[in-house]
């Protein structure tokens, strides 16, 4: 898993590698280096447009790697308690979830809210009190935190998953022995155990959601994350501010994940 | 339940009956880890189960612990049935065989985690005042903010027996403590916890397989054999009055020859051998003529000399234990078997060397007749 995911980073980040180099260039060419200069960065985010991305990226990374979090977590701890074919059948499928492209969830995703709201926007407002505006459910920052939430839940599952498998069945059992309530012993002995893997999940969240532009792309709606702003320029031409742009999302995502690595890291040896 | 429990010989329980089983069994899909099983046991005793791996010797406990629930029978608590109570209800504390300390937590917060779950709560000090008693007990004053592996193995088994006992449970029930530990360690434990266990009065419900600590520990000892008890009694019993070849083979060393009754009649029952030879020795067991037994004769019953009767034997092996020497020898219809010599008996004797002829005898009174399995 690890391998993999650093795989993944690797091969989506050298690119942008060497355009963290030319940010730094003084000169107005993207391509070229003209003296080292930090100009761009101070252009970067002083531009209005983009502090409005960077907040609606914010607010999108952290809400859906919250939502994430919990969900994720209640999620493999209930399969914990599972067995069978139940239990390989949920664990297919959320491996599964992980690997399905971006683009299929995106559209996938759009396609079903749309006929959803479709449906349900007429309904709503016939049962609305006249005089009044009926709310209308449309395509927004919700749909956006709710598809990158059921897509990372997958991704959290997995890693606290895998922390709770190697977690000794004999403690959970020694905190009953000991009077302790199962839901005690959640709070006191397991919780506090698989807490780093559900941070380490969280960090991983938050920057699959920071990043991802595809699925933003089909369900943002009219808001406009950091990646959708990126590519939105780029249209008019990559520019050294983009450039910057750009690194800036690179260097909080290395962040994240160094950060996630050494919770799993570390707290996997304690617990030996 | 204040009644005296007085099974079978064997089984007395001569104490107030603390915790009984009668009938259980237990499967897990199509294995019976553990069938029919009825014990007492009695207040303040110390009972061992002993048996070979998988013998469901950790099935029992993990019953009276209550992480599994017998399919058949009743388990007992005092008087009371509590098939259906879960462990966090049970009176009953258990030592894990990995100690299962909690990683999170330090040594005084492991400690303390029973009293803590206590409701209504009992207050911080008196926590500090019984976790500081139960530091003193198991000998680990100083390293109360130490945390779990910044311990040795020998202190974590320390912090997972102070963790039990402070809550004063009404069975400590105990799986392999010693397993992990090396051998001096573990000789060093086994006394501690035997003088923790009559100070303290609990009693401890210990599972091993090995025999040496089952038998200088407890007060009982229960052989479990296939998820069967094959036979309980004291370590003394068992030793001298075993009802099967099982039971000799498992306690101490025996050395057995495989026969048919032939005559009951007598004071000494005489046996024919496999091997055409007819022996004698009294029986171990309700037995009848034509049954498949075998005859068990323990090492140190048997005398090794150079005159007088016995049977002309060849010495193949001798190993000297200290205060006994172990001479493998060989007869030429009965096989090789095992002597056990005095040192005593060297010192006024040469002691025979490897290839040397001597003869072998014992009292038919002491050949224990068994049944073959
Ligand atoms: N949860 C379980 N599921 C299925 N089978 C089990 C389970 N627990 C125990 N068994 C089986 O029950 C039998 C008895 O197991 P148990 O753990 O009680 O043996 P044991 O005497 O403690 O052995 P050891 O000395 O190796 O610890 C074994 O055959 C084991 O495979
Ligand atoms: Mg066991």
Redesign the pocket.
Known sequence: MRIYATCVYLFLYTPIAIIALFSFSAGRHASQFQGFSIKWYGKALSNPFVMDALETSLMVAVASAFLASVFGTMAAVALQGIKGLVRTVFDSLIYVAVMIPGIVIGIATLIGLVTVFDQLNPLVSTLWPTGFTPPKLHMGMGTLIAAHTVFLMALVVIIVRAKLVGMDRALTEASSDLYATPMRTFQQVTLPIIFPAILAGFLLSFTFSFDDFIIAFFVAGSETTLPIYIFSSIRRGVTPEINAIGTMVLGVSLLMLITAQLLLQTGGKKNK | MKSKAYDSESQSVDRNVIAELRDVS?S??D????SDLNLSIGEGEFLS?L????????????ILAGF?VPTKGEVLLDGEVVNGLDAYNRPVNMVF?QYALFPHMTVTQNIGYGLRQRRPRLSKTQIVKKVTKALDVVQLGGFENRRIWEMSGGQQQRVALARAIINEPKLLLL??PMAALDRKLRKEMQIELQNLQRQLGITFVL?T?DQEEALSMSDRICI?RE?HIVQVGSPQELYDRPKSRYVADFVGTSNFFSGKITNLTENLVSVLLENGMSMQGILGGELTVGQDVCISIRPEQMRLHRQGDGLTVKVLNRIFLGEHTEYLVTHGTLGDFLVLSPRQSELNDVPFNRGDEGLVSWDSSIALILENN
């Open positions: 237990k897990f899909g294995v019976l880890a553990a189960f048996g070979p791996s998988g013998c469901g010797k950790t099935t029992v406990l993990r599994e065989q799986d392999e599972v397989h479990m998820g």
